[in-house]
Structures are given as structure tokens and as C-alpha cells.
């Protein structure tokens, strides 16, 4: 029903399974042909390289709506060193440490008191911040707010406000708001306010019922898709590969809520007979491979902003829900206000200096400044040795951040005599003099308690989760940055940093912060430090996959637009003849099973093309084919001004992609590898739009 990285075939629809226990249905993703599947491809062969978690991989295609395709994935940095590697048959250091070596960890800790003594980061209590805890019954407040859910504790909202979006979640996302409600409910009366009302009593309303779903067969199909998952092993290490060395691999999923998959994590480790299978964490970092589905992978990108309003909403919902079966005590804090320095560039809130860098460059999703000092050290430093843990300067550095502070607007700042480690320090100084932490006050300390999670799925679900909640500005500054470190990696054997050292450096910047309590120096010094780079190692070597939103989000999205779209029929008082047309509608839709329907694309390329076009739509076809015949069609000749001539003799073309505007979605960006009958299937009512890529994609 969804687009993600998902499973094949994917016939999406409606599809949901009656609760006892809890007071909500679960939506888990199912399949409107009647079943649900999640086949698993094992591949046993050793990727190119140990140095990477593998290239990118390309299986032939098969249009048959039960073949699945993998997805490893690694940044083309890394995949471009791991194909280098593999030639010249010399393993990686970087995958072959297990652990950081003592240069690694000396440079963490030196990191940490450059820190303390540069920003003034003396309270290592947490007893001055410039931030605050909660107070009671607050934090539950702000929560459910944040989750779209603050009209369950408001009196005058009525009951098909609160169905909606409750409609679509899964039975332990459910359990995860009950209990923020029942948690809000004891505040309340402590203060000896009156209690919101029960949630269970909503679903009891005529209305909320209409919303929820009525076949017992969707039960059946939500249990058919968690055993999918059950029978997925935490790991797969075959013994031709632990005889071989080769990596490990892990099958990443998102068909499956997240917090629906660590219920069945933690049944299946209870069992002996799985204890003795588990692979033990030993530091290296595996091949992760996502069943890819036929309707392509949906990056962030490629959501409208209203889209990923609601993607946010029930991202925090599963993320809370997987903090609670992890038994993981997460405090949020809120950032209080603070005196704005006078300054243009370090120590401004991201969001303002965003905001007036668009003034002179509209489409630039990150800061400019950020921009200039990335890209000077992409050409001057990645080769640099020890870039990032040699410190420059001190009195350059002022001296130059004195410099781009006053002239760098105005462009009379010469980068040439730049220095790339001082420029390298001046980043790091960026990144933890923003007034409040990059990864955010509220989502901090969750992201450090990543570190507690001994499986490295369950890391991944809760990193994946966190990048979702991030601001735009923060969530495309931290990608810019992290794909600037991936660069720095795959240059090793020139600038002798490794994965490790990158980490070890970088995590400091980023989970210490003078305006939220950390616990990153506490206990003994060796396990935090590397706990801490375990999770800034992963967030570099797995951007990509942590950038992309899972399918069974898209599922509960599509979901809540379609009931979104039906609420507004409960307040007509003819409320049976209403009912009765829906029914009869209902008969008038599209079969499912059409083999091969026609669509009208609509073409809306700025000023070069407004037209439509017919396509004929197959059990093969793809976005990818509709964008070649729409090229072929309207933009084949530069004579007519739609393609531009080379000098060699080539055309070339705007960029175009084809959206899915409407129906079930608000605008989706298609990938190219979607198949576009089962798109149609999964939202008949939507329309198929060809426009012109912006400049800048909505996330970078």
C-alpha cells in the first residue's frame, strides 16, 4: 500500500486486524490480493570488498509480481573504494578493526576537552543548561501533540477527530499512546483536574467503528506478515562465510512496523535454540540488504512537506513504542530561549541562518557558509593526513573565524590560504556552537541511548525512526556533514583516517552539547567513548538506508489520508444516503486485477511542455519507461527549444520525474524503478504528473 523498500508483490490496500487486548486495530501492511508475504533472498556470495558493507547490487529484473530485488547499502564513496580494494586483494582496516584502536580513543577524549575548554562546557554535572526538563504531565502533553494526538485530551474535539489517525495504528503503537494517556491521566489528577476521556471509549462511538476495520480475514493477514518477519533471522552469517571471513549481512525490513518486529526480536531471543544461532556483536559492521519492492524506495526527499508531517507524527509513535520493549529511559528537553550573539554565522540558530541564506539563494535547503567550507574541504583536506584529529591553529583559527564573519557574504575571503586543518576545526566549531544540538534538545539523549542496543537491526529501526523526526534544517545539515565524512573515509589510505578515527572524532561534536545533560562521559572511560563513535560510525557507513522512509510509515500514511478524506462524510446529517453512495462508488472502481489499464499522464514541464500524454500500463512497466517514451515524444530535438545542443553533438535534457499527486498521497516523488501497475493498484484515485525536478530536492 506503501512505498519504501518493501517486499514484492505489493498489491496495496486496506487492510487491518481486530484487537481484544488493546482498544486499537493494527494496521500492519498487507496486500489487497488476500495475503501477505515477505520472501527473503539469502545471498551467500561475499560482496566485492570486506572494506565496505558492499556495493550497491544489481539483480536482473523479473516482472513477476513474486521476485524480489536487494539493496546493500553503502555510500558510492565506499562502494567506489570497495571495488579498489577488491582489486588489489588488500582487506580494509577500517571493517578489519573490530574495535578503535588507543589513538582513537585518546583522540576522543582530547576532543571532548577542546569541548569543555573552548564553549565553556565546565558543568559536566548538568547542573547549569541552558535547557529543562519537563514538569509533570508536560512531557506527556507536548508528546502527544507532537504525535498528532492532542485532540484526544481536548474536550471539545469530536470522536471521529480522534479515530483517525488511531485508526491506523498497530497494536503496539497503541499501547505505547495508552500509556502516555494513562501517564497524562495520573498528572491530572494529582493537580485534581478533571481526566481526559478514555480512548477505548472512542472506538466504542458509531462513528469511530465506520473508520475501523470490519474483516476478520485482516486479522489473519497482519498475522501472516508478523510471521513473515518471525522466520527472518536476526543475522545471517552462513559457515562458507565465516570459513571465508567474508562480511556478515543482515536483512533490513520495513514492511513491518518497528516496534512490531522488536516483539517478535525479543520472543525469539528468549528461545535457547536461537541463542545458540545469534551472531555475537563483534564490532564489524555487515552487509545490510532491503527486499526492495515494486514500487521503488521513498527517499525523504521525495514526500511533500505535508506528507512528512504525518510520516513525523507516526515515526514518534513507533520510535516510543520501541523505546518502551527496549526498556529505554529517554528524557526529552526543551531548549530554552537564549541571547542570539551577534554574529552572521557561528552560534545562530540553524532555522535563521537557513532562513536569510534563502533570501539570497532560494533554493539552498543548508547553510551557504556550511556549503563554501565543505566544498574547500572536499578539494584542499579529504587527502590532508589526519584531517579532522589534527588541530589547527588557535590563533589562525580566531583569526579567520573573525575573517568569514565579517567578508564572507561579500565574497572577499581567500580560501587558497586556507589552511585545510584549521578549516577542519572550524567545522567542528560550527557544528557544537549551533545554540542548540544539530540532532536537536528533544532527540538528543535518544540518540545517545542508541549505544544501549545490543542488536544492530534494532540500532538502525531506532536511528532510521530518529532521522525521521529531525527538522528539515537540522536532518539536511547532518546529511551534508555525514556525506562529507564518508568522503573523508574512502580516502584512507591517503589521509590514515579510518572509519574508527572519523567516528571517534565527530561523536563528541555532536553528543555534547552545553545546552542538554549528557551522560557521554560517564562510567568507565573506554566503553563510552566507543559506544558513542559506534553510533556516529553508523550513521556514516548507513546514511542512505537511515534517509529513506519505510514502507509500512507510507502504508499508515496512505491510511490516514484515506480516512482524512472520509471523515468530512460523518458530518452530514444524510448520513445512510452518503453511506449508500460510498457503497455504490465503491462498485464503480477499477479492478485490481486489470490487466493491462490505461492512464493519462498529465505533463506539466514549467514552460517547455504542457500537455498529456496515454500510456499503456503492463506488469512491467516502470517510471523509468514513462519518463523515456515522454522524451522521446516531446523533448527529442533541440530545434524546438526543449533539449539543449552540446558541443559534442548531444542533447540534453531538463531533469524531469514523474509524482503521484493526489488520492491516498499528498505528492510523491516516484523512483525510477517503480512498477506502475501496482502503483495503480495502490492508488487508483491518485493522477500521474511529469514535472521538472526543482533545483534543490525538497530534503538536499
Not at 521476485?67 to 565506499?78: G, K, L, R
Request: aromatic share 4%; hydrophobic share 35%; with cysteine.
Amino acid at each position: 500500500m506503501g512505498s519504501g523498500v518493501c517486499c514484492a508483490p505489493l498489491q496495496a490496500g486496506r487492510a487491518h486486524c481486530a484487537v481484544t487486548i488493546c482498544f486499537l486495530s493494527p494496521l500492519l501492511p498487507a496486500r489487497r490480493s488476500g495475503h501477505v508475504s515477505v520472501v527473503v533472498s539469502h545471498s551467500t556470495a561475499a560482496p566485492s570488498s570486506p572494506r565496505t558493507p558492499g556495493g550497491r547490487c544489481c539483480f536482473p529484473r523479473d516482472p513477476s509480481p513474486t521476485e524480489m530485488n536487494v539493496e546493500p547499502w553503502a555510500s558510492p564513496q565506499d562502494q567506489a573504494a570497495a571495488e579498489h580494494t577488491h582489486a588489489a586483494h588488500t582487506p580494509s582496516s577500517q571493517d578489519q578493526e573490530q574495535h578503535p584502536d588507543k589513538l582513537c580513543l585518546d583522540s576522543f577524549w582530547s576532543e571532548v576537552e577542546t569541548i569543555r575548554q573552548g564553549s565553556g562546557y565546565t558543568d559536566v554535572d548538568g547542573t547549569r543548561r541552558d535547557s529543562r526538563q519537563s514538569e509533570e504531565g508536560e512531557q506527556e502533553e507536548q508528546w502527544l501533540a507532537d504525535a498528532g494526538l492532542s485532540t484526544l485530551i481536548s474536550e471539545d474535539s469530536e470522536d471521529v477527530d480522534k479515530a483517525v489517525l488511531l485508526s491506523t495504528l498497530t497494536r503496539t503503537q497503541a499501547e505505547a499512546v495508552q500509556r502516555r494517556l494513562d501517564s497524562y491521566t495520573l498528572s491530572l489528577r494529582k493537580r485534581n483536574k478533571p481526566p481526559p476521556r478514555d480512548v477505548r471509549d472512542i472506538f466504542h462511538s458509531p462513528i469511530a467503528q465506520t473508520l475501523l476495520p470490519e474483516s476478520q480475514d485482516s486479522e489473519d493477514l497482519a498475522q501472516n506478515s508478523m510471521a513473515s518477519v518471525a522466520k527472518t533471522p536476526l543475522s545471517v552469517v552462513t559457515p562458507e562465510q565465516q570459513q571465508r571471513g567474508a562480511p556478515k549481512e543482515e536483512i533490513f525490513i520495513t514492511d513491518v512496523a518497528y516496534c512490531e518486529q522488536a516483539v517478535i526480536f525479543l520472543k525469539q531471543a528468549k528461545l535457547p535454540q536461537n541463542n545458540s544461532h545469534r551472531r555475537k556483536e563483534d564490532g564489524t559492521l555487515p552487509r545490510v540488504i532491503c527486499p526492495q519492492c515494486r514500487l521503488g524506495v521513498t527517499r525523504i526527499q521525495d514526500l511533500s512537506h505535508t506528507d512528512m508531517k504525518k510520516v513525523r507524527q507516526l515515526a514518534l509513535i513507533d520510535m516510543t513504542a520501541l523505546c518502551d520493549l527496549l526498556e529505554l529511559e529517554v528524557k526529552r528537553h526543551k531548549t530554552c530561549k537564549r541571547k542570539i550573539p551577534e554574529s552572521v554565522l557561528f552560534g545562530v540558530p540553524l532555522a535563521a541562518l537557513l532562513e536569510n541564506d534563502q533570501k539570497l539563494k532560494p533554493s539552498t535547503m543548508t547553510p551557504l557558509f556550511l556549503q563554501a567550507l565543505l566544498s574547500f574541504l572536499e578539494k584542499k583536506g579529504v587527502d590532508s593526513e589526519g584531517i579532522l584529529r589534527v588541530p589547527g591553529s588557535q590563533s589562525r583559527i580566531k583569526l579567520l573565524q573573525q575573517n568569514l564573519e565579517s567578508n564572507f557574504y561579500s565574497g572577499a575571503v581567500s580560501w587558497d590560504e586556507i589552511s585545510p586543518n584549521d578549516a577542519a576545526a572550524l567545522l567542528k566549531k560550527f557544528i557544537r556552537e549551533l545554540p542548540s544540538p544539530l540532532l536537536t534538545a528533544e532527540h538528543l539523549n535518544t540518540f545517545s541511548a542508541v549505544r544501549d542496543i545490543s542488536e544492530l537491526k534494532q540500532k538502525l529501526h531506532m536511528l532510521n525512526l530518529l532521522i525521521l523526526l529531525l527538522p528539515e534544517p537540522n536532518r539536511n545539515t547532518l546529511k551534508v556533514l555525514l556525506e562529507f565524512l564518508s568522503k573523508v573515509v574512502s580516502r584512507e589510505k591517503k589521509n590514515r583516517m579510518n572509519l574508527w578515527a572519523v567516528a571517534t572524532i565527530m561523536a563528541p561534536n555532536l553528543f555534547l552539547h552545553k545546552a542538554v545533560p549528557s551522560r557521554l562521559t560517564e562510567g568507565a572511560e573506554k566503553g563510552q567513548a566507543e559506544k558513542a563513535a559506534d553510533i556516529m560510525r553508523l550513521l556514516i557507513r548507513y546514511q542512505d538506508l537511515l534517509w529513506t522512509v519505510p514502507n509500512f510509515l507510507m502504508s499508515q500514511v496512505r491510511k490516514l489520508n484515506e480516512n482524512s478524506n472520509r471523515r468530512y462524510q460523518f458530518y452530514d446529517r444524510r448520513i445512510k444516503n452518503l453511506l449508500r453512495k460510498i457503497h455504490t462508488d465503491s462498485r464503480d472502481k477499477p479492478d485490481k486485477n486489470t490487466s493491462e489499464p490505461c492512464r493519462t499522464v498529465k505533463i506539466q514541464v514549467g514552460d517547455l511542455v504542457s500537455s498529456t500524454m496515454e500510456v499503456q500500463v503492463n506488469v512491467s512497466s516502470r517510471a523509468s519507461d514513462l519518463l523515456a517514451q515522454f522524451q522521446r515524444q516531446f523533448m527529442s530535438t533541440p530545434e524546438n527549444g526543449k533539449g539543449k545542443l552540446r558541443r559534442n553533438g548531444s542533447i540534453t535534457y531538463p531533469e524531469c520525474a514523474i509524482y503521484e499527486v493526489g488520492g491516498n498521497i499528498g505528492e510523491h516523488c516516484l523512483d525510477p524503478d517503480t512498477h506502475l501497475l501496482d502503483l495503480y493498484n495502490s492508488n487508483p484515485g491518485g493522477e500521474w504528473v511529469i514535472k521538472l525536478k526543482p533545483n534543490g530536492s525538497r530534503g538536499l
